[in-house]
């Protein structure tokens, strides 16, 4: 019986490259020894990760969110009102502008955050601002006496913080265009960094508004200013925009109202005169005064009636902005309990271990297979 020899050889290898049960078992029993062999190496890497872990969670400091819930009601009203009144009279509606989704917005614009840096907050018996109050609390002036004239470019922020101030009760206006510069880009690192905004359902009028901060007093004091200075702009420029449409109204009624007080002088007057009833040229002029005074009393009395619906219709359209949930100490914040942080670190650095051991062991017997190939060769 002939026997092809490379068919005779391909099982050889065929069966060399197999690997049994009984192979695996053999290896991890191998790789088993081998790790408890070095497990106080194991142990020492785990202690020294407790201890990492340990000084990790004592150095850090947590991070505390302040968030408020809120709800935006915005009212409708019915019938002719400033809506309907501003049509007709081409004078531009009260609504459109600022809806509720433009007031979640409002939280994310530049010049909100500015405003709210610049609210006060008494320390100590001092009063400051927040802006000057977050300097402090976030130590951006603690090595102010360290910095020179001649040290590199990069601690040129730095030093720009240690030279400017912002003094509580300063208008915003006469800031210089260093202090602009700052405030501008600690509003611009909020924006991005610290502040979220979000409306929870977009069916529904509730969001959440929150602020991170390492100092857990700016974090409620600013998300709280933060709150009533968007909230006031948002209704100011309701009430503005409704507030625009009603003086125009005004203006045209007491136009109104001067001319008929003219009319009635006028007819006062030619009554005085017209003595002699044969001077009927004088009756005429009284009687052209006296329709004059009836067309005006009408205009005047129904642009007085609309200005009252006006006026009804802007506090029924004035959305109803209802605080649900505010912040309160202590705030929610990520600090890291001692012992919980020491174990992991500890699990973390031990796994690590053993995977740098395994590896060890694998390259090891990997180089041992080919000095035996080559002994062999």
Request: charged residues 30%.
């Amino acid at each position: 019986m002939n026997i092809d020899l490379e068919d005779l050889l391909q099982a050889e290898d065929s069966q060399e490259n197999k690997i049994s049960f009984a192979d695996i078992k053999k290896a991890i029993g191998e790789y088993w020894s081998y790790i408890w062999s070095k497990k106080w190496i194991i142990v020492a890497a785990g202690i020294v990760g407790v201890i990492i872990g340990i000084t990790h969670a004592y150095i850090y400091k947590p991070t505390y969110t302040a968030t408020y819930k809120f709800s935006i009601e915005s009212k409708t009203s019915n019938g002719i009102g400033l809506g309907a009144l501003s049509a007709l009279t081409g004078l531009g509606g009260a609504s459109g502008t600022f809806s509720g989704d433009n007031l979640v917005e409002l939280f994310r614009t530049r010049t909100m955050v500015e405003m709210a840096l610049l609210k006060p907050i008494v320390v100590d018996g001092d009063t400051m601002n927040l802006l000057e109050y977050k300097i402090l609390a976030d130590s951006m002036r603690v090595d102010c006496g360290k910095i020179k004239e001649k040290d590199d470019p990069s601690k040129l922020r730095k030093k720009t913080i240690c030279n400017i101030t912002f003094p509580y009760g300063q208008c915003r206006e006469t800031f210089s265009r260093d202090q602009d510069s700052l405030i501008m880009e600690f509003a611009s690192n909020m924006i991005h960094n610290d502040i979220e905004i979000e409306k929870i359902d977009k069916k529904l009028s509730y969001a959440n508004f929150s602020i991170k901060s390492k100092d857990e007093r700016f974090a409620k004091e600013f998300s709280t200013a933060m709150i009533n200075t968007v909230f006031d702009f948002y209704l100011e420029s309701k009430r503005e925009k409704s507030q625009r449409n009603i003086d125009e109204f005004q203006e045209r009624a007491d136009s109104i109202r001067k001319e008929l007080n003219k009319s009635l002088y006028a007819v006062a007057h030619y009554r005085d005169l017209n003595m002699n009833p044969s001077k009927n040229i004088i009756g005429v002029e009284q009687l052209k005064y006296q329709t004059d005074i009836q067309i005006n009393t009408s205009a005047y009395s129904e642009i007085v009636k609309n200005i009252e619906v006006m006026k009804l219709d802007m506090v029924k359209s004035e959305p109803l902005i209802q605080e649900i949930d505010a912040p309160r100490y202590p705030l929610p914040n990520d600090k890291k309990g001692k012992l919980k942080t020491g174990l992991k670190y500890g699990v973390i650095l031990g796994f690590l271990t053993v995977f740098v051991l395994c590896g060890v062991h694998f390259i090891k017997n990997l180089n041992k297979e080919e000095e035996a190939e080559n002994t062999v060769e």
